[in-house]
């Protein structure tokens, strides 16, 4: 749903200004903010992903690889995700496949894409652990960007309060929600998400370069357990959260703890029981070659 929002935040002296969710029109076909910053976050996670794996031996066409395949399928897996936990809003297949109306799950896209990456390094013979180390941050820094097209859509916020970082908001969302035309002064989670998420990046980037791991998917559990912790409570506050089916629980919620808990358990486990297998360095194929010359 395409809208224009009246924000403020005037715990920070920032008063009143308008946001238009529409960026610009292409012979007539409106292009959203939030589409441009999810693009955003996908092409700085790729671009960190070749960076990082670049380290490990794993090429920029090796990336590229499985862009191609984990970025559709992670959106799919993200739509699906919100279709199934909100089958009652659907009525037609057009609903279903109409991304423009709104409706993506974290969640899902990650499940999706998890298993993409995971059969993908299995037919490239490539470390699977080796390399989400090196996706996860750029994951949670594509998060952290795509929020902020939540910000522009005027959503993803969270109840009434009066904290000094509290932010107004009157949209169309807002008159549903509270029932009033007026602005109301609610949390701003989609902040509270994006700041908490471009913190975990830095410092598991400041960990990963001054203390370095000492396994491969250490990295990839920090990164998931900091996610988990933060986004467990942050859900909290938000008053447009999925429910599980005949419960007061909150799916997001759920899985964060859970996600927070299993992390956190095997980073404990493995600071304790120091593993000894050596760190994954893809080979090149120039080397192969020169160490079956060798023989």
Known sequence: ????????????????????????SIFGFDIAWYALLITFGMVCAVAYVIYESKKIGITSEDVLDYALFVIPIGIVGARLYYVLTELDKFHSIWE??????????????IIAGGITVLVVSYVK??????????????VLLAQGIGRWGNFMNGEAYGYECDWFCRMGLQSANT????????MVYVHPTFLYESLWNFLGVALVVLFAKYIKKQ????????????????????????????????????????????IFVCATAILIYFAIKKPNKPLYVKESKTKLISKKGKK
């Not at 008159?175 to 007026?182: R, V």
């Not at 250490?218 to 933060?230: P, R, V």
């Open 215 to 258: 396994y491969d998917g250490q990295l990839f559990l920090m990164i998931f357990g900091w996610y988990g912790l933060g986004r467990m409570f942050i859900e909290g506050l938000r008053t447009d959260s999925l429910y599980i089916p005949g419960t007061e629980l909150r799916i997001s919620q759920v899985l964060a703890g859970i």
């Open 96 to 109: 279903v496949f109409n991304i423009r109306g709104g409706g993506l799950a974290i969640y899902g896209g």
């Open 125 to 138: 013979k490539i470390n699977f652990l080796a390399f989400a180390d090196c996706v996860a941050p750029g």
């Open 175 to 182: 008159a549903m929600d509270f029932g009033t035309s007026e």
């Open 1 to 24: 749903m395409l809208r224009i929002s009246t924000i403020s935040f005037p715990g920070i002296g920032i008063g009143e200004f308008s946001v238009n969710s529409v960026a610009f």
